[in-house]
């Protein structure tokens, strides 16, 4: 086939829409969050910990799906737990979906209302972004995949150029003593780690998009790996430059890492824009796919074209993105999202997995 | 409890918000699904041509009977009747006269069209004069054949035989000269065309230092002959179409048979079928008749005058098209990569090939974003520029009277206009307008306190990037889309020219050229074809053809 005109997406892109995915709000608020919870400098134990975990979760769903082949979870699910439940699981994840996007957009509006454009009503910001989002968003899967490969690696090597240029605020005895008190600070952070690897659960969409199914395990792997190394990285560089008590004193550790330096001698001299820029096209990206799966979650409940649900959810991501009255109401809904995500997304899927196996649902097809 | 729900419940000004964020793009879609089918969207279905209209065929109806009835072979009638049709334009001329044997003929001739030394010397000599003795030796009782005309009498390689009237009229018209015999039914047609033409020349729009000399011109066989000769090559073949309703033209396909995709061929053959138009004066028209988008800025066939870069193309599996006519062929499928890209960086050494390529992206860069980052850098966030430069700038800006963005936009479309005129002008006043219009004004309107000395500055530079395009056309697109991207800026500074760059991307990620992603081969990743994207490796590396074009034959040696 020369033009394709299935909707289908390589094993890269499916790597790189997964690491896009996870590289949202999480790089600016990172090491805060995870410092706050572990009190230690051992965050980035944590942080490979909960990685591991996240690919463990990650890797059920895919199992899962690989059980119904060319099926997203949305469809399928009614096979195992019947009509009903499955109908009000999916609406479940619909929303979960609806809502992940909306805390997107809103802490990108706040960002670049408090760096970028202050002085700006909100609703200007959000709705341009929004609006661009659904105009990807209408060229389906195979478009978003090919914008995530665009802004993949400008993302890395910027996110890895300002970070090397804070290397001179860089000491290594701020990250010591490795395990000072033990191992228990290190599984009181394991859950808001958890919370940076929000991303996973695209997998239960992706899979009957891949062009090759089986690989889904591997790119699952490589997809999460390269939002942990990245992680890692800034985790690392910035309690290192900051310690723990400025980490934690500060929203945005990330940015205000990059703002703390100077380089002269340079055509620029600070370079939070540039992590600013990345920054909002990491949101756009993460806000993109969710929006997507939210309204592909919609379409195959209810069986009618994906385009008009589209718009029909604007108003609604929009609403939700609103609602949080300050940014500490907005923190405590992301905390939300990520609980719901442990048990919608982490525990349901091993229970379906166990129920597909002992019930050989699905299974049969594989058999043949 | 209730009361803290309440507490969220948004105001009525968030509802109208919602409802605006609704509205508004259901608005865009419906206006361009209304534009599309407006324009005709080509891409969805092959339509084949319905041509004439119901009143046309019944108008026609008489003469087309007329054409298509073949000729008696009586010289008097049939020449009264090709008399009839064309004798009235001024350039048609008829010839009478009685050959060696004693029959009528009639040469039928456009002025200034046909082959007059080969009508002369080649037909009418022998015809009259030559081998008299011999022809009434063979044919003492018989009349004389076309066999033995066609075999024995005419030293001529091109003759055609015509049967009705329609054929022959139309061949005349377009430069054969026909022969009309006492007692053959068929007419010949000996010839072709030899109007004046321009000989092959440098092209004028894409300069080179190195490489071929030679441009297309606007004779479609010489096109193809200069296509020919590139080298023996048994499978560079060239199709013939006819377009155009009313006056046809012919349009050549080259492609190579063992490399080109046939998918990729039967698609380019079925949208060049479905051209529907009246007449096709350049390949401009071709080009937008068979694009895939016809709302999008950017061009979706390469065009070009050098036959270097249509052969580079035919090699990795693309299809070129060339109309008579016009010496621009078009390439198809074309990527944004492709635009960037020069026959010089093939033809020099692959370190400084790979440094052009790179500054080509710069200059895209520039071309597309300068502007609207002066203007948000200045209007919005002068604290992320150096202080030392911010201060110098605002010390020039002191006595503007403008925001950024009228400043920029008094600038940029003044220096548009002087390109525009640039381009109108006779050869020896451009120059002499260029200073005019870029130095003294340039230098008049700083002083004049009209804009910054900076700004001119980030202009010029835009200006020239934008012509460091390789593909004018491409260079025509990226400055179209810099006011877009600077009323961006304008309204939402660094963040609105995200906002642009996201749309931008999200447009060409949609956006597909015969069925080939636009952006590739940045997205989806081909490694293999990165080696010849923003760097140009060696010839020894690029062993293959672009994956993309998922040719029949993939390696390049053998």
């Avoid at chain 1, 394991?190 to 690897?197: A, D, E, G, I, P």
């Avoid at chain 2, 004389?144 to 390689?157: A, D, E, F, W």
């Avoid at chain 2, 006819?242 to 033209?249: L, Y």
């Avoid at chain 2, 016809?294 to 249509?310: I, Y």
């Amino acid at each position: 086939m020369f033009t394709r005109t299935d909707d289908k997406i390589t094993t890269t892109q499916t790597v790189v829409i997964i690491s896009c995915f996870m590289l949202g709000s999480g790089v600016l608020t990172l090491p805060r969050t995870l410092t706050e919870r572990v009190k230690t400098v051992d965050g980035w134990i944590s942080l490979i910990l909960g990685g591991l975990i996240i690919m463990l979760a990650g890797i059920c769903i895919v199992k899962l799906c690989q059980k119904f082949p060319g099926k997203t979870m949305f469809q399928f699910l009614k096979e195992i737990v019947g009509s009903w439940i499955g109908s009000c699981m999916c609406l479940l994840m619909v929303m979960y979906f609806v809502c992940l996007s909306a805390f997107e957009i809103r802490v990108m509006a706040e960002v670049t209302m408090l760096y970028l454009l202050e002085g700006t009503p909100m609703w200007a910001i959000v709705m341009s972004f929004m609006w661009i989002g659904l105009y990807l968003i209408t060229g389906g899967i195979n478009s978003i995949a090919r914008l995530f490969e665009i802004i993949l690696p400008i993302t890395i090597v910027v996110l890895l150029i300002c970070l090397l240029l804070s290397s001179r605020l860089f000491d290594i005895d701020n990250l010591r003593p490795v395990l000072g008190e033990g191992i228990f600070p290190v599984i009181r952070g394991l859950k808001s780690t958890l919370l940076v690897f929000i991303g996973f659960e695209i997998m239960i969409i992706l899979p009957a998009f891949m062009q090759y199914p089986k690989k889904g395990v591997k790119a699952l792997i490589i997809g999460t790996s390269i939002p942990l190394v990245l992680y890692l990285i800034t985790f690392i560089m910035v309690v290192g430059a900051m310690t723990v008590d400025g980490v934690v004193r500060s929203t945005w550790p990330t940015l205000d890492l990059i703002r703390s330096f100077e380089i002269t001698g340079l055509l620029f001299e600070r370079f939070e824009f540039f992590l600013l820029v990345i920054w909002i096209m990491q949101i756009f990206s993460t806000y993109t796919i969710c929006f997507y799966a939210a309204s592909l979650g919609l379409a195959q409940l209810s069986k009618k074209n994906i385009r008009p649900i589209m718009y029909g959810l604007l108003p609604f991501i929009f609403i939700v993105a609103l609602l949080p009255k300050n940014m500490n109401e907005l923190f405590d809904f992301g905390d939300f999202i990520g609980t719901v995500t442990i048990y919608l997304f982490g525990l349901f899927p091993v229970l379906l997995l166990l129920i597909t196996t002992i019930f050989r649902i699905g299974a049969v097809k594989e058999d043949e | 409890m209730w009361q803290s729900i309440i507490s969220y419940i948004p105001n009525w000004i968030i509802f109208t918000q919602a409802l605006v964020i609704l509205i508004v793009p259901i608005i865009i879609y419906l206006t361009s699904k209304w534009l599309q089918s407006a324009l005709g969207s080509r891409t969805s279905e092959g339509t084949p041509t319905a041509n004439e209209s119901e009143e046309n065929i019944f108008e026609n109806a008489k003469t087309k009977a007329e054409d298509t009835m073949p000729f008696t072979g009586n010289y008097e009638t049939d020449l009264a009747s090709i008399k009839k049709r064309i004798a009235k334009n001024c350039d048609v001329h008829f010839r009478e006269f009685t050959m060696a044997t004693g029959e009528m003929v009639a040469i039928i001739y456009v002025e200034g069209l046909y082959d007059k030394e080969l009508i002369e010397v080649q037909v009418m000599k022998s015809l009259m004069f030559d081998d008299v003795e011999e022809m009434e030796k063979s044919s003492k009782d018989s009349k004389i054949t076309k066999s033995y005309l066609t075999n024995k009498m005419l030293p001529i390689s091109e003759i055609r035989e015509a049967l009705n009237l329609e054929e022959v009229v139309s061949d005349i018209l377009v430069g054969s000269t026909a022969m009309l015999i006492d007692g053959i039914v068929e007419v010949l047609l000996l010839g072709s065309a030899t109007g004046k033409t321009r000989s092959i020349e440098e092209p004028l729009s894409e300069g080179l230092l190195r490489g071929p000399r030679i441009g297309f011109t606007e004779i479609l066989c010489d096109n193809t002959a200069i296509l020919r000769r590139h080298g023996k090559n048994e499978s560079l073949e060239l199709i013939k179409f006819q377009v155009g309703t009313r006056a046809k033209k012919d349009l050549v396909v080259a492609y190579m048979n063992d490399i080109v995709n046939s998918e990729l061929l039967e698609e380019v053959k079925r949208r060049i079928e479905s051209i529907n138009m009246d007449y096709l004066p350049e390949s401009g028209y071709v080009e937008q008749l068979i694009e895939d988008d016809s709302l999008s800025p950017f061009q979706q066939a390469q065009n070009t005058e050098r036959p270097d870069r249509v052969i580079n193309s035919l090699l990795e599996g693309r299809v070129a098209i060339l109309l008579d006519g016009s010496p621009f062929a078009l390439i198809v499928p074309v990527t944004f990569s492709m635009l960037l890209q020069s026959p010089e960086d093939y033809y020099e050494r692959w370190i400084p090939g790979t440094l052009l390529r790179m500054l080509r992206f710069l200059a895209t860069f520039f071309a597309l974003l300068a502007p609207a980052l002066y203007i948000a850098f200045i209007s919005y966030h002068p604290g992320l520029i150096p202080t030392k430069l911010v201060m110098s700038i605002i010390d020039a800006r002191q006595g503007v009277p403008f925001p950024s963005l009228i400043e920029a936009l008094i600038m940029e479309t003044s220096i548009e206009i002087l390109r525009e005129a640039g381009v109108r002008l006779p050869k020896p006043i451009g120059p002499a307008m260029g200073i005019v219009g870029g130095l003294i004004i340039g230098d008049a309107a700083v002083n004049a306190g009209l804009v910054s000395p900076f700004l001119v500055i980030v202009v010029a530079v835009t200006a020239i990037s934008s012509f460091a395009i390789p593909t004018y056309s491409a260079g025509i697109t990226l400055r179209l889309l810099r006011f877009l991207a600077m009323f961006c800026a304008a309204i939402l500074g660094a963040y609105g020219t995200v906002l642009f760059f996201l749309l931008l991307c999200s447009h060409l990620v949609k956006l597909k050229s015969f069925g080939v992603p636009y952006v590739s081969p940045m997205a989806p990743y081909r490694l293999d074809d990165w080696k010849d994207f923003i760097f140009r490796l060696p010839f020894k590396v690029m062993k293959r053809r672009p994956l993309i074009m998922k040719t029949k034959d993939s390696d390049r040696k053998k």
